[in-house]
C-alpha cells in the first residue's frame, strides 16, 4: 500500500511531465481499482504543491501589479487549501485500508506526524530537487553558480532520502502493531467566511 521508493519516484515522473506539458497521467502503470484511486490521490496532492510553486513565482514577477498580486494571493489560499485537504485525503485512505486489517494498534506508541504530512514534505522536496537541479545545469549562469547549486541538491537529496526511509519506518511498525498514527485535521481558518473576521466582519458592514 504504502513505499516511499515508489511516491518519490512518482513525484520525480509527475514533476517532469508536468513542466514539459506531457501526458503521462496519474494512473501509469496502476493495476486499477484500488491502486489507480491511491495513485489519483498521490498526483492531485503533488499537482496542488506543483501549482502552488509556480502560482507564487508569478507575485515575484518583477513587473507584477498590485492587482496581479492580489490575484495570487486568493489563488494560493485556494490551492494551499486544495493542498491540506489532499494531505488529509491521504491519511483517510491508509487509516481506512488499515482499519479493515484492524489496525493501528491501539495502544502502539503514537507518531507524531503522519503519512500524509509525510508525504507532502517529499513531494515540495521532489520541487526542489527539480528546480536546483535545472539551476546546477543552466547555461550562461555566474560562476560558481553550478557548483552553488550541485552543493545544496546534495543536501536536498539527503534530506529526502531521511524522510523516505522515516516513513518507510512508520508505516512498517505500524503494520507491525509497534507504531501508530493519527489523522491530523489542519482546521485552516483563512478561506472559511464563518470564521476568518477579515470576511465576515466585512460582510456587515
Known amino acids: 500500500m504504502l513505499s516511499s521508493d515508489a511516491i518519490v519516484d512518482w ?51 518583477p513587473g507584477a501589479t498590485d492587482a496581479d498580486v ?20 491521504i491519511d483517510r485512505r491508509l487509516l481506512e485500508w488499515l482499519g479493515a486489517r484492524g489496525l493501528p494498534e491501539a495502544e502502539a506508541p503514537l507518531n507524531s506526524e503522519s503519512p500524509g504530512l509525510m508525504i507532502d514534505r517529499l513531494s515540495i522536496l521532489a520541487l526542489k530537487i527539480f528546480h536546483t537541479r535545472e539551476e546546477a545545469e543552466r547555461e550562461g549562469a555566474p560562476a560558481g553558480h553550478a557548483e552553488r547549486n550541485k552543493g545544496r541538491l546534495a543536501i536536498l537529496e539527503e ?47
Open 11 to 61: 513525484h520525480d515522473r509527475w514533476t517532469r511531465a508536468w513542466h514539459e506539458a506531457s501526458e503521462l497521467g496519474a494512473h501509469a502503470h496502476s493495476n486499477g481499482g484500488g491502486e489507480r484511486e491511491w495513485l489519483d490521490c498521490l498526483a492531485r496532492q503533488h499537482r496542488a504543491n506543483f501549482d502552488l510553486w509556480h502560482i507564487e513565482d508569478e507575485a515575484r514577477c
Open 159 to 205: 534530506q529526502r532520502g531521511d524522510l523516505a526511509s522515516c516513513l518507510d519506518k512508520l508505516w512498517s511498525e505500524t503494520l507491525a502493531g509497534t507504531r501508530r498514527f493519527k489523522l491530523y485535521r489542519q482546521l485552516k481558518m483563512y478561506n472559511d467566511p464563518s470564521l476568518n473576521p477579515a470576511i465576515y466582519s466585512k460582510k456587515t458592514e
Open 70 to 89: 492580489a490575484d495570487v494571493k486568493r489563488r494560493i489560499d485556494k490551492t494551499n487549501q486544495q493542498r491540506n485537504d489532499l494531505a488529509e485525503e
